[in-house]
């Protein structure tokens, strides 16, 4: 065999695989707006209690005939359309898209022994139902169990991916926010005030954390709604703790421009408001996360600008956003949640009255991106971005693995 008949083996064998997955995460969506599927896939919810133990041996031995069973057979079909296609397409190598086909066959299989009630079953082939502490948070690329837990505990209508992420990652139900509480620094910018509105829409529980001391509110649609406003100020980060315990997504969006000063008091400034005080935010929220379900449903959001990888014409700016930026990087290696960072490109403000981009939009785009699971949010109209920030994020977090040590959690 040639060097391409090996490519194109791998690559109908790697796709047959990536195939029957979507076709099962589509059923699975699917089961949640069609009645007739929903009555087969409402057994699988009766099954677990929130710490993934479940209800009792009859219901969970029904919910593998009734759920699972079907939904190994719609994986099986899929996989023989796509043996059919790759037939026709590449005759001499298309034995290679049965390895889809296995793959089905081993949930096939797994399927009767759960629904068997064989002992050994549900620990080697239902892996993201296992109870115990989760040793992590939601992954981004492939479903965990932290990341499943939230399709039966936090909004059934979302997270319906069931090994690779794709599905929900194109339908925006990787992440929901409906009924999440969310708090917003520096909310009576222009960002955010855009963030508390397409948060809401998003059917989140809005907080306004602001210097400002005026109640805020949203203007849709000709209708105001008020907002929970809390009054802070830089230096009382520690007032917050108390509202941390009940917030799900702490997004610090606070920040100042200096613009082309230099001074020690400039300098001092520009650190204090956009570098240390979003670090003590950040950690204060993070001690507040300590169960499996604050795992799972917490966050933070960072906002460290495009100036991480560009110029902002703005050197303080641009040198307390790397600071942050780097100790956003550093703390994610251990974090015991999801921290997403904010990289946005130049948009019109009271920061930057010279700004390209709609500040409404970007907070649109920002939302949207978060319900996709980007943990690197980039919205910006500079391409090359795109490009250098994934670029810097790997290099600079195995820096910090190689050179730097874990945390240690108290025995």
């Not at 991916?161 to 999440?180: F, M, Y």
């Given at each position: 065999?040639?060097?391409?008949?090996?490519l194109?083996?791998?690559?109908?064998?790697?796709?047959?695989?990536v195939?029957?997955?979507?076709?099962?995460?589509c059923?699975?969506?699917?089961?949640?707006v069609?009645?007739?599927?929903?009555?087969?896939?409402?057994?699988?919810?009766?099954?677990f209690?929130?710490?993934?133990?479940?209800?009792?041996?009859?219901?969970?031995?029904?919910?593998?005939?009734?759920n699972?069973?079907?939904?190994?057979?719609?994986?099986?079909?899929?996989?023989?359309?796509?043996?059919?296609?790759?037939?026709?397409?590449?005759?001499?190598?298309?034995w290679?898209?049965?390895?889809g086909?296995?793959?089905?066959?081993?949930?096939?299989?797994?399927?009767?022994a759960?629904?068997?009630?064989?002992?050994?079953?549900?620990?080697?082939?239902?892996?993201?139902?296992?109870?115990?502490?989760?040793?992590?948070?939601?992954s981004?690329?492939?479903?965990?169990?932290?990341?499943?837990?939230?399709?039966?505990?936090?909004?059934?209508?979302?997270?319906?991916?069931?090994?690779?992420?794709l599905?929900?990652?194109?339908?925006?139900?990787?992440?929901s926010?409906?009924?999440?509480?969310?708090?917003v620094?520096?909310?009576?910018?222009?960002?955010?005030?855009?963030?508390?509105?397409?948060?809401?829409?998003?059917?989140?529980?809005?907080?306004?954390?602001?210097?400002?001391?005026?109640?805020?509110?949203?203007?849709?649609?000709?209708e105001?709604v008020?907002?929970?406003?809390?009054?802070?100020?830089?230096?009382?980060?520690?007032?917050?703790?108390?509202?941390?315990?009940?917030?799900d997504?702490?997004?610090?969006?606070?920040g100042?421009?200096?613009?082309?000063?230099?001074?020690?008091?400039?300098?001092?400034r520009?650190?204090?408001?956009?570098?240390?005080?979003?670090?003590?935010?950040m950690?204060?929220?993070?001690?507040?996360?300590?169960?499996?379900?604050?795992?799972?449903?917490?966050?933070?959001?960072?906002?460290?600008?495009?100036?991480?990888v560009?110029?902002?014409f703005s050197?303080l700016?641009?040198?307390s956003?790397?600071?942050?930026?780097?100790l956003?990087?550093?703390?994610?290696?251990?974090?015991?949640?999801?921290?997403?960072?904010?990289?946005?490109?130049?948009?019109?403000?009271?920061?930057?009255?010279?700004?390209?981009?709609?500040?409404?939009?970007?907070?649109?785009?920002?939302?949207?991106?978060?319900?996709?699971?980007?943990?690197?949010?980039?919205?910006?109209?500079?391409?090359?971005?795109?490009?250098a920030?994934?670029?810097?994020?790997?290099?600079?977090?195995?820096?910090?693995?190689?050179?730097?040590?874990?945390?240690?959690?108290?025995?």
């Amino acid at each position: 065999m040639t060097a391409t008949d090996w490519l194109a083996i791998a690559v109908w064998g790697i796709s047959s695989i990536v195939w029957v997955e979507i076709a099962r995460d589509c059923n699975h969506a699917l089961a949640h707006v069609w009645q007739p599927l929903g009555r087969l896939h409402n057994w699988h919810h009766r099954v677990f209690r929130p710490d993934l133990t479940p209800v009792n041996e009859t219901i969970y031995r029904q919910a593998q005939w009734r759920n699972d069973l079907p939904e190994s057979l719609v994986m099986l079909t899929a996989s023989g359309l796509f043996g059919v296609f790759a037939f026709v397409v590449s005759p001499n190598v298309f034995w290679a898209a049965l390895a889809g086909t296995l793959y089905s066959v081993s949930f096939l299989f797994g399927a009767i022994a759960r629904g068997m009630g064989w002992r050994w079953a549900h620990e080697l082939t239902d892996l993201t139902h296992l109870p115990g502490p989760f040793q992590s948070p939601p992954s981004r690329l492939f479903v965990n169990r932290p990341y499943h837990w939230r399709h039966h505990f936090d909004n059934q209508d979302a997270y319906f991916s069931g090994a690779l992420t794709l599905v929900d990652r194109a339908l925006g139900t990787a992440l929901s926010l409906k009924g999440k509480t969310v708090a917003v620094t520096g909310a009576s910018g222009t960002l955010g005030t855009g963030l508390l509105k397409y948060l809401h829409l998003s059917g989140a529980k809005v907080i306004a954390l602001t210097s400002s001391d005026r109640t805020l509110s949203l203007d849709l649609d000709g209708e105001t709604v008020e907002v929970k406003t809390v009054n802070w100020q830089i230096g009382q980060e520690t007032e917050l703790a108390e509202l941390f315990e009940k917030v799900d997504i702490l997004v610090l969006n606070h920040g100042v421009n200096v613009g082309g000063e230099r001074t020690p008091e400039a300098i001092e400034r520009s650190f204090e408001i956009n570098a240390f005080s979003g670090w003590r935010l950040m950690e204060q929220f993070l001690a507040t996360v300590r169960t499996n379900r604050d795992m799972v449903c917490k966050e933070v959001w960072v906002n460290t600008s495009e100036a991480e990888v560009s110029p902002a014409f703005s050197p303080l700016y641009e040198l307390s956003k790397r600071t942050l930026g780097d100790l956003v990087t550093m703390r994610r290696l251990d974090a015991p949640c999801i921290v997403r960072k904010l990289v946005l490109g130049p948009f019109k403000s009271n920061l930057n009255p010279i700004g390209i981009m709609s500040g409404d939009r970007v907070a649109q785009q920002i939302v949207k991106k978060a319900k996709r699971d980007d943990r690197n949010i980039i919205v910006t109209i500079n391409p090359i971005t795109g490009i250098a920030l994934p670029i810097k994020e790997f290099f600079v977090s195995w820096y910090f693995r190689l050179f730097t040590r874990a945390r240690k959690l108290p025995e």
